[in-house]
């Protein structure tokens, strides 16, 4: 699993990227999406529409 932190304080949310999921959040607060859930959210942001 693939661990990016969105900031370097250690307070941000990271997303944990796996083969099977992506999961973006905090403790507590964690959002799970598919693999090409995750590659659709990409595309929207890179398009500019999310």
Do not use: F, Y
């Not at 661990?3 to 941000?12: A, F, N, R, T």
């Amino acid at each position: 699993m693939k661990i990016v932190e969105l900031c370097g304080s250690g307070h941000c949310p990271v997303v944990k990227i796996a083969d099977d999921r992506v999961e973006i959040g905090e403790e507590n607060n964690v959002c799970t999406l598919t693999p090409s859930q995750w590659e659709a959210l990409k595309q929207k942001i890179l398009n500019g529409e999310a």
